[in-house]
């Protein structure tokens, strides 16, 4: 270098100009020394821009025009250099991100390295499918023309891009042709079938992995979540524990998500013992998921103690909010979740779309028609939110519940969008509680008309048919399913004890106490005859005699699980049960005796909400 331009470089980083860009810390104070630099003439030289762009995407809080004002600073910098242009390709997206790539290839002396490549194929993980496979093949041959596709950090953020483009052969192909692969491509490729919802083929990575973290754990855990393989998911994270492995707060995230659909309630107390004893840090997913896991785990109790226990910077997100307004619903408690929304207002918590299925589903649990109504109205008239398809379902469901079927038939001409098959059941499901043949007749013909594909549908009309006595018509449309190829979702009760599962379905013999269960489950009905108790042989939607409808009756699935937890618990001990389906009125008779004849507390949560059983009574009123 000649001695004149050693001179000058050393004077340009010895100008006093220059000694202020240790000191900003807002983009009003780079646009100040900005100006300077160009009065001065520093800004003709490359390390005075190259420095202001890095101090624009250093910043902490950056304000939404620093990245823009960092990428003018580049694109009229005389001499931009290769880490500028690869920050700016890390801080944009795609298609940003690829078109600040091509500028750079118009710069014969900077080559794209590694972290070039490896942030632009990232930027194509986070666009739009349409667009983001060419940009990435374009990318990979960038790769491969400069020697660089055997790299493994450039070829594990291709397996991520094509995880997310849901082009797995093509990741697992770039994954098997890797001379060296790490931890990361192991997790990338397992994520990407996760994506995809493959969990047996992410299962098969898993197991073929030598070394795991807590990414590797978590990741899988999470495929069978999401696949409700809930008691895998609980089997995988206690074979995490044993061989040492640390779970994050996202794990923990997940296993409450799994015991919240088990209501595995002491499994989910032990992890938020686990939180306070290890100092797991809390943020508002976690203490959302902690929240949703004790209310649906019908501890509505303990989920508000800790709602309120919690410091506000916590609950400043919607997401506790909205758990704790679910537990609410789901538990009927209907003036305390519009209690609940109320105080979410005075707080300044601005609710979005989930808030308002909770809400709706509160008033429908509660039959507060008029309310459910204002709270509709006000989603676009007062928090500027469009009401989607579950907020006209909720609506559907308010109206048929309260017996309105007509205005709930009417309401649905209305909607803005074609129902869907849940809305045709919530009316369908209203005119068989309400005993309505005639309408649920004209739906169940306008249903099959449309050709719709859902077998609930077809379920509800053959108990609108059969509750009405009308079995020839009940009959023609279970023989329709059949010969389609349709089949009725089987009841299915489980409940927890000693941290296993057990499950029952209608008249299951499987369960190793099988003999037990129904010499116990016949000496149960003879207590509950004396209390009282008359089978609701109606609930029994075949053509068959009364005596083997109360037969029938006596082998639904919650009565099993409920007889397996009287015989294997302590007297007093609460009772927990989840069912897949809405509990019928003869099991929802049954239990209310079963609670006051054995004194015991029998929480069943159904398909739709939860019961408390204590003393003969339901929490629901006799109304869900």
Request: hydrophobic content about 40%.
């Amino acid at each position: 270098m000649p001695l004149m331009a050693i001179h000058e470089r050393l004077s340009i980083h010895e100008h006093p100009v220059l000694s202020l860009l240790g000191k900003l810390r807002s983009l009003p104070h780079v646009e100040q020394v900005h100006v300077q630099l160009v009065v001065s003439g520093l800004a003709r030289h490359p390390f005075p821009p190259s420095k202001l762009i890095q101090l624009l995407l250093s910043f902490p809080s950056p304000s939404p025009s620093s990245l823009p004002y960092a990428h003018l600073l580049l694109l009229h910098s005389p001499s931009p250099n290769l880490f500028s242009f690869n920050s700016l390709i890390r801080a944009h997206s795609s298609p940003s991100s690829f078109l600040l790539f091509r500028r750079l290839l118009r710069y014969p002396l900077l080559l794209p390295n590694r972290y070039t490549l490896a942030f632009a194929l990232h930027a194509c993980c986070c666009s739009c499918p349409a667009t983001s496979r060419a940009e990435g093949e374009q990318l990979r041959t960038q790769a491969l023309r400069r020697g660089l596709e055997s790299n493994v950090f450039v070829s594990n953020v291709v397996i991520k891009m094509y995880g997310r483009l849901r082009l797995l052969e093509d990741a697992r192909k770039v994954f098997d042709e890797m001379a060296e692969r790490d931890l990361f491509s192991w997790n990338s490729l397992m994520a990407g079938y996760i994506g995809v919802g493959d969990v047996r083929r992410a299962r098969e990575v898993f197991d073929d992995m030598h070394e795991r973290d807590v990414v590797s754990w978590s990741t899988i855990i999470a495929g069978y979540v999401q696949g409700a393989s809930f008691v895998e998911a609980m089997k995988l994270f206690r074979e995490m524990q044993l061989v040492g492995a640390k779970p994050n707060e996202f794990t923990l995230t997940t296993v409450l998500s799994a015991c919240s659909n088990l209501v595995a309630l002491e499994q989910g107390k032990w992890i938020h013992m686990y939180i306070d004893k290890v100092k797991i840090k809390m943020n508002d997913r976690l203490l959302a998921a902690l929240i949703d896991m004790y209310s649906k785990c019908g501890d509505a109790g303990s989920a508000l103690k800790l709602f309120n226990s919690v410091d506000d910077a916590l609950k400043f997100g919607i997401r506790p909010w909205n758990a704790m307004l679910s537990g609410f619903a789901i538990h009927g408690l209907c003036e305390a979740a519009i209690e609940h929304f109320e105080r979410m207002k005075m707080k300044n918590i601005a609710p979005d779309k989930v808030t308002f299925v909770s809400l709706l589903n509160a008033c429908s649990h509660g039959r507060l028609v008029d309310k459910g109504r204002l709270y509709f109205e006000s989603m676009k008239s007062i928090h500027g939110i469009d009401p989607e398809i579950e907020h006209y379902g909720c609506m559907v469901d308010l109206l048929g519940r309260a017996g309105l079927l007509k205005e709930a038939e009417e309401f649905i001409t209305t909607m803005p969008m074609a129902p869907d098959t849940a809305i045709w059941s919530a009316l369908l499901a209203a005119c068989k509680i309400h005993g309505d043949s005639v309408m649920g007749d004209r739906i169940g013909k306008l249903v099959n008309n449309s050709g719709p594909e859902h077998v609930g549908c077809q379920v509800l009309l053959a108990n609108v048919y059969s509750s009405s006595g009308r079995w020839i018509e009940a009959k023609d449309v279970r023989k329709n399913m059949e010969t389609s190829g349709k089949r009725k979702m089987p009841g299915c009760s489980s409940i927890e004890l000693n941290g296993m599962f057990h499950q029952f379905l209608v008249g299951d013999r499987s369960h190793p106490q099988t003999k037990q269960i129904y010499l116990f489950l016949d000496e149960m009905y003879t207590k509950l005859k004396t209390a009282g108790y008359a089978p609701e042989i109606g609930e029994v939607l075949l053509d068959i005699d009364d005596e083997d409808r109360e037969t029938a009756l006596a082998r639904h699935s919650e009565k099993l699980a409920i007889a397996f937890g009287l015989m294997n618990t302590p007297p007093g001990t609460p009772i927990r049960i989840v069912k897949n389906l809405r509990v019928c009125s003869d099991c929802h008779h049954a239990t209310k005796l079963i609670s006051k004849v054995y004194e015991r507390l029998i929480i069943v949560r159904d398909r739709i909400r939860f019961h408390h059983f204590k003393d003969g009574l339901c929490s629901c009123k006799d109304y869900w």
